[in-house]
């Protein structure tokens, strides 16, 4: 009976980690639908005929029309021929689709590990939470499609943003209970006692920065603010261009001004590859498990490799591949900081 116990909680975690990884992969391909221009292809919300993308040719064409009446259209891809819409009308049909599956793949084993009462009682409330997230990510979503339909040929960033940290709430969520699961299934509490600042609240605060980084990311993603000062460790030929301080209200510079949220995402991308170091080389002080070292040694080389991929990514002028590989190991280094932060939370303070 307690084989068959630890397998069914084996199967619970594995299915709230294939959350996680599908929200990831959702993430990837939220990064290509924006970085090809096809988050506006679809001007209408169906929630379930939308699944079904047009199957003759009449119907492309009266989708395509209706795309023809958008700002984007008019002002960015008028010369855009039928061939030329089905291409990014696929990713943003994909990235739908792709959110439909998650939402069943969510809803269905939640319905059969519930019949079979193999969810413990500490997960139900870590499941409601998770279905109200993605309903909000679903609205968000769209909300965040529909801002570019009616005036500007361009989403929010402050939506692009708000979309990215649901999906990030949504994939620390579920991150954090599995975890959980793992850690009560394999019975391990490791002690360890030291005197120094408690690591845990380190990592927090480590997870703080990563959080405010991953924002501004969405912030440079949102208004293109990657396209400009391609060089790097300077923009341009300055460490702080005149353009960087030019908009009033001073605050507008930090939220609004490509330079002055490019020149953000630079100095917290510094900062937080200093806290990384600092976080490892602190940690070799500490009397931790190996376990625990490997999660921290983790999270700094997703942090390194995070970096090398912005660098790359800015002074190559966002090419597709690179652009998405960076959103993607984002998600990925917030998601080691939770392992770490995870690992160290019983005994390290």
């Known amino acids: 009976m307690k084989g068959q116990a630890s397998k069914n909680a084996r199967s619970v975690e594995i299915w709230l980690w294939s959350i996680c990884l599908l929200t990831l992969a959702m993430v990837g391909v939220g990064g290509i639908t924006r970085l090809t221009g096809s988050g506006l292809s679809m001007v209408e919300w169906n929630p379930i005929?939308?699944?079904?993308?047009p199957l003759s040719s009449e119907h492309w064409m009266r989708v395509f029309q209706k795309y023809q009446a958008t700002p984007q259209f008019k002002w960015v891809n008028p010369t855009i021929t039928l061939s030329g819409f089905k291409l990014i009308f696929f990713w943003e049909w994909f990235h739908r689709l792709l959110g439909r599956f998650i939402g069943l793949f969510y809803l269905g084993p939640w319905g059969y590990f519930a019949a079979k009462n193999l969810i413990p009682t500490g997960l139900?409330?870590?499941?409601?939470?998770?279905l109200v997230l993605g309903l909000n990510q679903a609205v968000m979503g769209w909300m965040?499609?529909?801002?570019?339909?009616v005036d500007q040929p361009h989403v929010s960033h402050y939506r692009l943003?708000?979309?990215?940290?649901?999906?990030?709430?949504?994939?620390?969520?579920f991150c954090w209970a599995a975890l959980n699961l793992r850690a009560v299934r394999l019975n391990r509490v490791i002690k360890a006692q030291f005197s120094f600042v408690?690591?845990?609240r380190i990592l927090s605060v480590v997870g703080v920065l990563v959080l405010v980084q991953i924002f501004y990311g969405a912030l440079t993603a949102g208004l293109r603010a990657g396209?400009?000062?391609n060089t790097f460790p300077k923009m341009g030929s300055e460490w702080l261009p005149d353009s960087v301080l030019m908009l009033s209200p001073f605050w507008r510079n930090f939220l609004e001004n490509l330079a002055g949220v490019q020149f953000c995402h630079r100095v917290f991308g510094w900062s937080l590859l200093c806290s990384a170091l600092g976080v490892f080389f602190y940690s070799r002080r500490l009397p931790l498990s190996p376990g625990q070292r490997v999660t921290i040694r983790c999270f700094t080389c997703g942090v390194l490799l995070q970096f090398l991929l912005g660098v790359l990514t800015l002074i190559l002028a966002v090419p597709?591949?690179?652009?998405?590989?960076?959103q993607v190991v984002g998600s990925i280094t917030f998601l080691l900081l939770l392992w770490a932060r995870h690992s160290v939370k019983d005994n390290l303070g």
């Open 198 to 200: 408690p690591f845990s």
């Open 49 to 53: 005929m939308g699944a079904i993308p």
């Open 227 to 229: 396209f400009i000062f």
């Open 124 to 130: 139900r409330r870590t499941l409601v939470a998770g």
């Open 320 to 326: 597709l591949p690179l652009a998405v590989m960076h």
């Open 144 to 149: 965040m499609v529909k801002s570019g339909l």
């Open 161 to 173: 943003a708000a979309h990215l940290f649901l999906a990030l709430a949504i994939m620390g969520t």
